[in-house]
């Protein structure tokens, strides 16, 4: 669990190029994981006979929720290439 809400950032003081810090994309979609999981364990007790009915918000809301951690993702790592390609022509 060391690291679990942490990511990589570029840096270009840094040896390897990268360092650790904090991801607020990454506490976000746990939260929202574990708070629909929890919603629907307890639809599970309440009534553990019938499989149970999600709504379609709840399905929007984590949706939504990985949607914008991955263009959080997707944009750090293809502006990050494009910066260090303009910083490249300009150097």
Do not use: C
Request: zero cysteines; a positive charge.
């Amino acid at each position: 669990m060391d690291g679990l809400l942490q990511g990589d950032v570029r840096d270009k003081t840094s040896p390897s190029g990268f360092r650790t810090e904090f991801s607020p994309g990454r506490s976000q979609l746990l939260m929202f994981t574990i708070v629909t999981a929890g919603y629907y364990l307890l639809q599970v007790i309440h009534n553990p006979r019938a499989f149970p009915q999600i709504p379609v918000s709840w399905v929007a809301a984590l949706g939504g929720s990985h949607a914008l951690f991955l263009a959080g993702k997707a944009k750090s790592m293809l502006l990050g290439q494009f910066r260090d390609l303009i910083n490249r022509r300009t150097s």
